[in-house]
């Protein structure tokens, strides 16, 4: 049950209103070539709308359109169990074991703390590395 991109996308919209694609890959921690050519596919779907943000400097930006909105609600929901089934199942692993899980998860935690779906707190204490990009370490304590 992982998030596409484009859910990923219409997410952090949902949650933080029009958004640039730089915006959105900085976010997100993906290209921003990706981010664009993703945004061009929700666009056709008619998911996502081109708006213009700022008072003197005008930005080109992404906003929800009312079916992308019900596009975000409902891949919200679907992050939010991602969530909670992390949640339940960090309490009784192992450390290879935690690590194992937590890779199943990397590319959505950025999202996940975003959004405050799960607590950057108790990633801390189980010596979660946030600032790698790559595959999960768990450090021993």
Do not use: C, W
């Not at 209103?17 to 981010?35: K, N, S």
């Not at 080109?60 to 596009?71: F, I, Q, S």
Request: charge should be negative; proline fraction near 5%; hydrophobic fraction near 45%.
């Amino acid at each position: 049950m992982e998030l596409s991109l484009g859910e990923e996308i219409l997410i952090l919209i949902r949650e933080r209103g029009p958004l640039t694609p730089e915006e959105i890959a900085g976010y997100l921690r993906r290209d921003v070539g990706e981010v664009r050519e993703e945004l061009g596919y929700l666009e056709l779907d008619k998911l996502v709308t081109r708006v213009r943000r700022g008072l003197i400097f005008k930005k080109e930006a992404y906003d929800l359109t009312p079916t992308g909105l019900e596009e975000a609600e409902r891949a919200y929901e679907k992050l939010r169990a991602r969530a909670n089934e992390l949640m339940q199942r960090l309490a009784s692993l192992n450390p290879d074991e935690l690590e194992e899980l937590l890779n199943q998860y990397v590319s959505i935690i950025p999202l996940m703390l975003l959004l405050n779906l799960i607590p950057l707190e108790l990633l801390m204490l189980i010596g979660l590395d946030l600032l790698m990009l790559g595959p999960v370490v768990v450090h021993d304590h």
